[in-house]
């Protein structure tokens, strides 16, 4: 790094960058085209030689492989993106690095990688002046470590994670901004109950996540939201006829949304998701069918412990 070196990402990068990702978030562009918007982005700020500019672009692109789920790739560009933004101490850009490539590894079901990353994003966060982009990141932190520690069947710490997660998130300056991540604490809680055989408390925390999906126009979290209802609903029965009782209409809404961004490791997870449901309600046949799908997918997607799930 030279002293006339830029060590911020300039605004109309940064725009330039963002609007890139959003067109193809709201559906106006192809995954291709923003893949290669994205890669001349690189090279122009690599030409111009702003460094800050690199990270930013290498940033987001690891965030739209990931979204789309392909995981090596995604890792790739993070690793880049904090090589590139480490000598400048940038925390805020190192803390979101840090939980993009996180996630990779817990999809990949190296959860010990996955628990060291969203650890690290929590402590780069926790040198940030600005309280309320602290607790914004350090609540993504603790729901991250949450979801690898449920996976892990550790539910009482995966609890306190949501907690923490929940507590963080009420500090933030845009309480709107907060949605997303409610909706993956109130997911969260629900397993853990559903876990415990406490099915009322599962169901009342699938809904507080369905009703916040409702209020965010993200597919992501939709898809989330409508996953988590199908799930308790394949093992309860609610009192209340307000809401269809036929998990398959979940399901089915969970990946119409997520195939809105073509996101085949969450359209895999909830068609799992669903091959159990019809186990348990005995549609073997079903089942078998869509288990010996995610089975393929889930190899090639290199989504180890998913794998191991459905093989077992």
């Known amino acids: 790094m030279t002293m006339s070196e830029p060590t911020t990402v300039t605004p109309e990068f940064n725009e330039a960058c963002l609007a890139i990702l959003n067109s193809w978030r709201g559906g106006k562009l192809p995954f291709s085209e923003a893949l290669a918007r994205l890669l001349v982005m690189v090279q122009q700020a690599s030409a111009s030689g702003n460094r800050a500019n690199q990270a930013r672009a290498e940033q987001i692109l690891a965030n739209l492989q990931l979204?789309?789920?392909?995981?090596?790739?995604?890792?790739?560009?993070?690793?880049?993106?904090?090589?590139?933004?480490?000598?400048?101490?940038?925390?805020?850009?190192?803390?979101?690095?840090?939980?993009?490539?996180?996630?990779?590894w817990r999809y990949k079901g190296d959860f010990d990688t996955a628990i060291r990353l969203y650890r690290s994003a929590y402590e780069h966060a926790n040198q940030l002046t600005d309280l309320g982009l602290r607790a914004y990141l350090q609540s993504f932190s603790a729901v991250n470590i949450?979801?690898?520690?449920?996976?892990?069947?550790?539910?009482?710490?995966?609890?306190?994670?949501?907690?923490?997660?929940?507590?963080?998130?009420?500090?933030w300056d845009r309480p709107d901004a907060?949605?997303?991540?409610?909706?993956?604490i109130h997911h969260g809680m629900a397993m853990i109950h559903l876990k415990h055989n406490r099915?009322?408390?599962?169901?009342?925390?699938a809904l507080k996540a369905y009703h916040l999906a409702k209020q965010n126009d993200d597919p992501r979290i939709s898809g989330l939201a409508n996953r988590t209802m199908g799930n308790v609903l394949t093992v309860y029965n609610p009192?209340?006829?307000?809401?269809?009782?036929?998990?398959?209409?979940?399901?089915?809404?969970?990946?119409?949304k997520f195939r809105l961004l073509d996101v085949e490791v969450e359209i895999m997870r909830t068609t799992f998701a669903q091959a159990l449901s019809l186990a348990k309600r005995g549609n073997i046949h079903s089942a078998t069918r869509k288990l010996h799908q995610v089975i393929i997918a889930f190899k090639r997607l290199g989504m180890v412990d998913d794998l191991q799930q459905a093989l077992n």
């Open 67 to 104: 979204t789309r789920g392909n995981l090596d790739a995604s890792i790739q560009h993070a690793q880049h993106a904090r090589m590139l933004a480490t000598p400048y101490n940038d925390h805020n850009r190192l803390a979101v690095i840090d939980l993009i490539e996180g996630e990779n």
């Open 146 to 171: 949450g979801l690898v520690l449920l996976a892990m069947d550790r539910t009482d710490e995966a609890q306190i994670e949501f907690e923490t997660g929940l507590s963080l998130a009420q500090q």
């Open 178 to 184: 907060s949605l997303v991540t409610l909706c993956e």
């Open 199 to 205: 099915l009322p408390q599962a169901w009342e925390e």
């Open 239 to 256: 009192p209340d006829s307000t809401y269809s009782h036929d998990p398959d209409d979940y399901f089915r809404a969970s990946i119409e």
